[in-house]
């Protein structure tokens, strides 16, 4: 007699399974310093998340973000990333235990209630103080409900966190955004730098620090890579400095020897 036929469709596992990642153990976090320009202290880092991926190998955010499609996955990593980094600058030694932490949110979450509320609660759930915190907006469509944004960013500063603009300047994070959202930082994009040569890129540089200025919010220039851009960053007043120049993304053990530098020694002056 014939045996009947079982049809075994193969299992094909999603490429990029951000919750199997999560509870594999595939998620690292790295951290950027953010420069003070008065002194050459560490004012903060920037927390940036990588994927060890068994198949793909090391994957930088802007590799693996558009291939996560729903809201749900991008705040699940936001929530991720934010305690994780909480976790991981509280076991840091006193020496460093002051300095701020900023995490990417996706601007457009602040407009989903359920984001508000996981985001308060994992700051009140953590021993972290919430006044070193420092949230980067990041824009990858436009922000549909600004009104509830702004309404959800005066709740989170109401427990003490502050909010950056991030990469001031290019697609959605416009002029549009720095009247509307109550923003404690500014981080200028690094093609602004990257197009320093040009005085009219310059000028335009010095416009937008000058109207920060003016509207009492500090701005961090991103992106500095060479000596040049930052002494004249410097020279145009911008307060914060972050770039490969100063420092690359670090693991947290390299960072505790980065804290180590001498500040001046930071802005190569002597
Ligand atoms: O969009 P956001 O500003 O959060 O992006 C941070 C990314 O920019 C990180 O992936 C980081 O590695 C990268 N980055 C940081 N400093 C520099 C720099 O000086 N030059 C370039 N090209 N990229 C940088
Ligand atoms: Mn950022």
């Not at 973000?65 to 076991?91: G, K």
């Not at 909010?163 to 994070?173: E, H, L, N, V």
Request: net charge negative.
């Amino acid at each position: 007699m014939q045996q009947p036929v079982t049809c075994f469709a193969p299992r094909v596992e999603p490429i990029f399974d951000l919750h199997g990642a999560i509870a594999r153990g595939e998620l690292a976090l790295r951290y950027q310093p953010i420069v003070d320009l008065l002194d050459g202290s560490l004012f903060a880092v920037e927390a940036l998340v990588r994927w060890h991926h068994p198949e793909l190998g090391e994957l930088l955010p802007a590799a693996f973000l558009p291939q996560i499609d729903n809201e749900r996955d991008h705040r699940t990593l936001d929530i991720w990333v934010l305690r994780r980094a909480m976790e991981e600058l509280d076991s840091l030694p006193p020496a460093l235990g002051s300095i701020g932490l900023t995490i990417n949110v996706g601007a457009e979450h602040l407009a989903a209630p359920r984001s508000i509320v996981e985001l308060a609660e994992a700051i009140a759930s953590s021993s972290f103080e919430a006044g070193r915190l420092v949230l980067e907006l990041t824009e990858n469509t436009a922000l549909r409900d600004t009104d509830y944004a702004v309404s959800s960013i005066a709740e989170l500063k109401r427990a003490g966190v502050r909010f950056a603009i991030d990469d001031f300047g290019t697609g959605f994070a416009t002029l549009d955004y720095l009247g509307r959202l109550p923003a404690d930082f500014l981080k200028i994009d690094r093609s602004f730098v990257a197009a320093f040569r040009d005085d009219k890129w310059a000028a335009i540089v010095e416009a937008v620090l000058a109207l920060a200025q003016r509207l009492g919010i500090a701005t961090i220039v991103e992106g500095v890579e060479q000596f040049e851009q930052l002494h004249v960053i410097r020279t145009l007043g911008a307060r914060y400095a972050q770039g490969y120049f100063l420092s690359r993304p670090l693991t947290l053990e390299n960072l505790k020897t980065y804290s180590e530098t001498p500040p001046r020694h930071r802005l190569r002056i002597c």
